[in-house]
Each structure stands twice: as structure tokens, then as C-alpha cells.
């Protein structure tokens, strides 16, 4: 029995590694600006979601983000949508792009929530710092909830993305990082 729990202790240590490893090779590809490769990670069905948030009174924090069945969001795209943005970027001619920013993501805090077959569910912090031009800094703070896919050809996949910063007000003139 000890031999058991053992055992499944150290497989699940392993998952932890490996899900760090491919969240924190992620983002360098991100930071790097290696938006084709990084596309690839995503799987064909991802729902990359980012609900807008509220301030709202105690009690009511089930109304804080954003519904993406009802209202509208930062992001509610698929893959096609987040494929048409790497491909508007890469071109040089995206006008929130050029010149391009200088984009740091740290990725922090990642716990495994839940492990359904090939589908992992995982809770993550992160940190992005964007600079642009001489002087426009922005800083994007929050927590990710994932779901990665594993597929036995390419490796893990990102099935499902919701991201929520913590604040309600953006404060940056736009959005043209991905998280």
C-alpha cells in the first residue's frame, strides 16, 4: 500500500514538472515572439476567454466577472480568431504593434486542480509587463485556469483558457498580448 501511495506521489510530481515546463516554455515562446510556434500549442477546440470584471458588493461576488454565454469580454475567441491576430501581427503592419513591445510573462503559483484522462485542469498567476515606444509601460495581473490536453503526437495542447486580471479598469490602451 505505502508502495502505492508512493508511487502515485511521484507520478503526480512528474505531471506537476511537466505541466510547468510546458506553461513556462509558453510563455518564452510568447516573450520571444514566436506567435506561430506558440499557435501551435493550442488545440483546435480552445475557448480563450477573458471576462471583463466588476466591482460589486459583498455577497455578490457570483456577479465579479463577466458571463461569456451573455455579456461581452476582453477576449472571447476560438483558435481561428487567435490564429487571424498571430497572422495580423507577423505581417508588421498591426498598428498597436509596430514598433513591436517588449513583452515579459511570469508564470507563477501553477497547482494541478483535477486530472480527467488526457485533460488536466490547472490553476496558474501570472505577471505580463509590456513596454512599448519610450515610455508606455502596462502591467497585466491575474490568474489563469486552464485546461491542457495532452495529445500523443504534439505533446500538450491548451484546451481552454480563462483568464481574469485583478483589476476592472484597463489601464492599457489595448490588449494585443496574449496571456
Known amino acids: 500500500m505505502a508502495i502505492d501511495t508512493t508511487q502515485q506521489a511521484i507520478e503526480r510530481l512528474l505531471l ?5 515546463q510546458f506553461l513556462y516554455h509558453e510563455a518564452e515562446l510568447l516573450d520571444e515572439r514566436r506567435f506561430s510556434e506558440w499557435i501551435d500549442l493550442i488545440a483546435d477546440d480552445v475557448h480563450y476567454h477573458m471576462p471583463i470584471r466588476r466591482n460589486v458588493k459583498f455577497g455578490e461576488q457570483a456577479r465579479e466577472n463577466s458571463d461569456a454565454d451573455s455579456e ?3 477576449f472571447d475567441e476560438g483558435k481561428a480568431t487567435l490564429a487571424g491576430r498571430v497572422r495580423q501581427i507577423n505581417t508588421g503592419l498591426h498598428w498597436a504593434e509596430e514598433p513591436p513591445s517588449r513583452v ?3 508564470v507563477s503559483n501553477v497547482q494541478i486542480l483535477d486530472v480527467h484522462g488526457d485533460e488536466v485542469k490547472v490553476k496558474s498567476r501570472f505577471l505580463v509587463y509590456r513596454n512599448r515606444l519610450q515610455d508606455e509601460v502596462d502591467l497585466f495581473v491575474g490568474k ?3 485546461i491542457l490536453r495532452r495529445d500523443p503526437i504534439t505533446g500538450w495542447k491548451v484546451a481552454k483558457r480563462t483568464i481574469v486580471l485583478d483589476q476592472n479598469v484597463l489601464l492599457a490602451k489595448n490588449i494585443t498580448v496574449f496571456f
Open 144 to 146: 489563469r485556469e486552464d
Open 72 to 74: 461581452i469580454s476582453w
Open 16 to 20: 506537476e514538472r511537466e505541466i510547468e
Open 104 to 106: 515579459c510573462h511570469v
